[in-house]
């Protein structure tokens, strides 16, 4: 079955940055776009970033646009998420997960996602 794992969370400060990896396995990963979210304690899941070939595009919320750069490796069935000028209203668990190509609907949507991985920890010190 398809598996989804984040890593590289963790705790920093303030205008610091991280880069979160997400590895996949169990399905043909350039048959995918990806995508980003996160969840904050009490809020909804919400939409960070996402893409659709190496090559692009690429879409971002606007919270987040102008210092994170979604990419991938199709070699490595993995997803990256670089995340710069962290702020603390960063801090939340931010969740890959992928959208088979050619399903209908926006990428900002979480439904239109078909698998999620477990989730990492980003927490953000002022």
């Known amino acids: 079955q398809v598996q989804l794992v984040e890593s590289g969370g963790g705790l920093v400060q303030a205008g610091g940055s991280l880069r979160l990896s997400c590895t996949a396995s169990?399905?043909?990963?350039?048959?995918?776009?990806m995508g980003w979210f996160r969840q904050a304690p009490g809020k909804n899941r919400e939409f960070v970033a996402a893409?659709?070939?190496?090559?692009?595009?690429?879409y971002y919320a606007e919270s987040v646009k102008g210092r994170s750069t979604i990419s991938r490796d199709d070699a490595k069935s993995t997803v990256y998420l670089q995340i710069d000028s962290l702020k603390p209203e960063d801090t939340a668990v931010y969740y890959c997960a992928d959208r088979p190509l050619g399903v209908s609907g926006n990428y900002y949507s979480s439904n239109s996602y078909l698998h999620w991985g477990q989730g990492t920890q980003v927490t953000v010190s002022s």
């Open positions: 893409i659709v070939w190496s090559t692009g595009p690429t």
């Open positions: 169990g399905a043909t990963f350039n048959n995918y776009a």
